[in-house]
């Protein structure tokens, strides 16, 4: 076993629309908003929201045939994904790989903010879309 895990970066929340489902964690729950960013090679626009050490991620569909678009056809707003962070991720995909963990990326790809990211599909993580992170070198 190794340690590679460092903390939740962010937890990913599909939303139909992040101008009226960002009021909660921004005007209620008082979280900053980080930034915003269109992730093209996933089709979404994401914004980013922190208190304190919590990040959470609103994921909103830019496109009809974007994976968020499919999930919240599926399953309506909700938690999409939890992303944890790795120093390094290529390290951290050959480890996965190498315990026949099932990836759904197979090398770090760019996700928001300047963020490598893999994900690791969720019949390999008890149902939970998993992403692991980590900065950019
Ligand atoms: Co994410």
Redesign the pocket.
Same mark, same amino acid.
């Given at each position: 076993m190794i340690k590679m895990i460092k903390k939740i970066a962010?937890i %990913?929340i599909a939303v139909e629309n992040i101008e009226e489902q960002i009021v909660w964690y921004r005007d209620i729950l008082g979280f900053s908003v980080v930034g915003y960013e269109d992730v093209p090679d996933q089709k979404v626009r994401v914004v980013i929201l922190a208190v304190g050490e919590i990040h959470v *991620?609103l994921l909103q569909p830019t496109s009809p045939d974007s994976p968020i678009a499919k999930y919240l056809e599926k399953k309506g707003s909700g938690i999409h994904?939890i992303?944890y962070e790795v120093d390094d991720i290529k390290e951290a995909i050959a480890y996965f790989t190498e315990k026949k963990i099932q990836m759904i990326d197979k090398s770090p790809r760019s %996700?928001?903010h300047d963020k490598q990211?893999a994900f690791v599909h969720p019949k390999s993580t008890c149902g939970v879309l998993t *992403?692991l992170?980590a900065h950019a070198r």
């Open positions: 962010h %990913g *991620e994904h992303a %996700g928001a990211i *992403e992170c």
